[in-house]
Each structure stands twice: as structure tokens, then as C-alpha cells.
């Protein structure tokens, strides 16, 4: 798919928790080969549009097209066969496996014990902080480290784009680091990331574009070094 052309699309997107209408009326792209960051304050609707994006809300209305193919009406796991992979806050690590059986959750069919060594060598290489604890009870982690595997776990599918919800959340700093030089390597390898992150300055610094939701609308849209340096429009909508 060319770099021009979406890769995601998002037309009157809706979604509500019970009464609620968290995410109201969107429209918004991603296009191959991109770092688009969903920006605005805590209760924005940026973790329900990933969500939404994924089939997990049970109410919801809208167009969701990825590669041009709608993917409303679908659940989660056709989504996740479609080339999209989630990675929640929560990270969802399962505890009493270890690093190497985590990732080994991420494959969608079962492949053979020589193509599940690859790809793990594979993912191994791209993460190389967990390439030294593969046999190591998973949740014995740091934080960060948790974070990196739970990143690495929905990568092991190859998927065409991720949506990651708030991966620094609670790291220490030398991990947030490495983090983000671990999503501008991702990119640089073909992988399209939608990023919902609150550290504001960071998420710019390796996205190609940005959009702001205040209270479950898109209230602007720019270039990521745009806004960047566009102060004004941080305080107003992004200061905690």
C-alpha cells in the first residue's frame, strides 16, 4: 500500500459506555508507514477510540476501513487476523509463563516448532532486553519490561499496524527511552503505529502527525513538529 493512501480510516466514529457518549462524531486517518498520536487530557475518549477501533465496545457506530475493507460488524479477533494488534494500558501479562510463552500467545495460528523458534529469534532481536530473559517468569519483570513484552507479544503476528495505549505509563525514565526508540525502530522496519500517550513531548518527537480530543471530539489536527511547538494549543488542551 502506498505511503499516501490510508491505511486506516475512521468516519463518524461513536461509542458510548452504557448512556455515556464518550466518543462522539470522528474522522480521522492513518496512513501506511506512520506514527499518529491521539493527544487530549485524562477522559478525552482517546483509550475508548482505540477501543472502538478494535471491536471492544459493545455499543458503537461508524466507519471503521482498514486497507479499505470496513471492519465494523467484525470482532475483535477478525480485526486482529486483518493485520491490526492492540496493546492495552493493562498490558495483560499472563503470570506463571515465562517471556517466551507470553510471546508465544501472540501467534495466530499455530506455526511449527521451527517457525515459532524464527519468529521468536526474531522478535528477540528487535527487543533485546528480552532476548536475555526468555526463560524467565514473566511477570518477575520490571514494569517496563512487562510493557516492552506486551508490546513484542502483539508484534510476533507481524501485524500491519498497532494501537498502543499509553506504554509509558509508570516507567521509569530509562525504560521511556528505550521505549521510544523502540517504536521510531518499528516504524523504520514498516510497522504503522497509532499511539494514544500522555507524555505530550516524547509521542511528538517520532510522530509524523497528531490529532487532539477534548471531550470525545476531535478539536484539531496538525503536523507532529507543528504542534510541537505550538505551546498554546498544548496548554489548552493536553495540560493535566
Known sequence: MSAFKPLLEARGLNAWYDRSHVVQDIAFEVRA???VTLMGRNGAGKTTTLRTL????AKASGEVLFEGRPLQGQPAHARFHAGLAYVPEDRRIVAGLTVRENLQLGIIASPSRGEMDARIDEIAETFPRLKERLAQEATSMSGGE??????ARAMMARP????LDEPSEGIMPVLVDEMFELFARMKG???TILLVEQNVERALSISDRAYILDQGRIVHQAGAQALL??????????AV
Not at 478494535?54 to 465496545?57: C, N, Q
Open 54 to 57: 478494535m471491536g471492544l465496545l
Open 146 to 151: 512487562q510493557q516492552m513484552l506486551a508490546i
Open 189 to 191: 522496519q514498516g510497522t
Open 33 to 35: 508507514g506512520e506514527i
Open 160 to 163: 500491519k499496524m498497532i494501537l
Open 229 to 238: 511547538a505550538d505551546e498554546d494549543i498544548q496548554s489548552r488542551y493536553c
